[in-house]
């Protein structure tokens, strides 16, 4: 059976929470692929959830594997954009993880930063990811 890709992503907003202290996981892309930073994201392929994408993409990713997983929260966010000729559906989550581990980078990646959201936000390029980290601030930062 082929696996294709759907027009359809997650964005995976991974943190670490000490006491009241957020610190969280931003990765950039090669300089090939656009050098910027971002959270985790994936496509969906023709055989999982987006659970399952999810899982799958931390891991490839950065290392971060189901026992690095603290809890995941309900989809808090989503958006559309365009791809071309296509609208891409992504949906956001936060991922708590146990501990602040060294991440493991796959070759999409050159590099990666624990940071404050102050900094998060600083490095972050992309206005959806922006969005996404904003609304992230108001369901778990200011509540």
């Known amino acids: 059976m082929d696996i294709f890709k759907l027009p359809i992503r997650f ?25 910027f930073w971002q959270p985790i ?16 993409e931390l891991a490839e990713e950065v290392g971060v ?14 958006f559309t954009w365009l791809k071309g000729e296509t609208t891409i559906a992504e949906y956001v989550f936060g991922v708590e993880l146990a501990t602040k581990k060294e ?22 390029s992309k206005d959806n990811n922006k969005k996404a980290y904003e609304e992230f601030k108001k369901k778990f930062l200011l509540a």
């Open 103 to 124: 991440a493991l980078l796959s070759e999409e990646h050159d590099e990666y930063r624990w940071c404050s959201y102050d900094e998060a936000l600083e490095l972050l």
């Open 11 to 35: 964005e995976a907003i991974p943190f670490y929470k000490e006491g009241d202290v957020f610190s969280f996981l931003l990765v950039k892309r090669v300089p090939d692929d656009g050098g």
């Open 41 to 56: 994201t994936g496509t969906l392929e023709s055989n999982e959830s987006l659970a399952e994408c999810m899982r799958r």
């Open 65 to 78: 594997h189901e026992e690095d997983i603290k809890q995941v929260s309900d989809m808090f966010y989503s």
